[in-house]
């Protein structure tokens, strides 16, 4: 069966420092895959996509990066957090078959002091 | 473009009533809609899915929800609301060409003993 890893799971970083999220899937191959980040426990902003390595479309311009080094691994980076980068980043994979839904990692609590 | 709207930020209920949440979608071409659940500081949880076939689709703890095409929604519902439903509750649409999902601004269901 295929599960979604993502660390850490919460993170206080001062504003200014760099940012490394990480998220890893198990039990699939050719995975896409996605960032979120969802604000105050509501929508979801779709942050970045992947549909292979090295393949990364950005979807809103941003403070943010992200880069897939591995088939299975997608990282979420910064090199100067903002306040406004506060929030909870969640990692999701699916297929390329079109009828087939996201599956969720269990996110990742980012707090911006 | 591909979007869904739900129109309620806030569903109260009492435990044992139906509930209906509600979502409304804009797609071109066929629609791939789906529902899914989110439990405080916790991941999106997959419900179920509409691709194509029976307009009533069944899914998890007891969920179902109606396609209907004419009306360009996907309510979902429950016959008996227990609280441990109480989440947020999020709608979505595949856009299938370009491997994205787009979300709703999510309903919180409240049920009440």
């Known amino acids: 069966s295929q599960t979604i890893h993502q660390w850490p799971a919460t993170l206080v970083q001062p504003v200014g420092s760099p940012l490394s999220l990480e998220c890893t899937v198990e039990?699939?191959?050719?995975?896409?895959l996605y960032w979120y980040r969802q604000a105050a426990g509501r929508g979801l902003q779709l942050l970045f996509y992947?549909?292979?390595?090295?393949?990364i479309s950005s979807e809103v311009p941003q403070n943010l990066s992200a880069s897939r080094p591995q088939d299975r691994q997608f990282i979420l980076s910064s090199k100067k957090l903002l306040l406004s980068d506060s929030g909870f980043y969640l990692c999701?994979?699916?297929?390329?078959?079109?009828?087939?839904?996201?599956?969720f990692g269990p996110g990742t609590r980012l707090t911006v002091l | 473009a591909q979007s869904v709207a739900q129109p309620e930020d806030q569903v109260n209920v009492a435990e044992g009533n139906p509930l209906t949440v509600k979502c409304t979608y804009s797609?071109?071409?066929?629609?791939?809609l789906f529902w899914y659940v989110q439990y405080p500081n916790r991941g999106l949880q997959f419900l179920l899915k509409?691709?194509?076939?029976?307009?009533l689709v069944k899914g998890s703890y007891g969920f179902e929800a109606e396609f209907n095409k004419s009306q360009t929604s996907f309510h979902l519902k429950k016959p008996s609301a227990l609280v441990s439903d109480s989440a947020l509750y999020f709608c979505?649409?595949?856009?299938?060409?370009?491997?994205?999902?787009?979300f709703g601004s999510g309903t919180k269901l409240n049920v009440k003993p």
């Open positions: 999701a994979w699916s297929v390329l078959k079109r009828g087939d839904e996201q599956f």
């Open positions: 509409y691709i194509t076939g029976d307009n």
């Open positions: 797609v071109s071409g066929n629609p791939y």
């Open positions: 992947s549909v292979g390595i090295g393949q």
């Open positions: 039990g699939t191959s050719n995975p896409n």
């Open positions: 979505a649409v595949r856009d299938a060409l370009r491997n994205k999902f787009y």
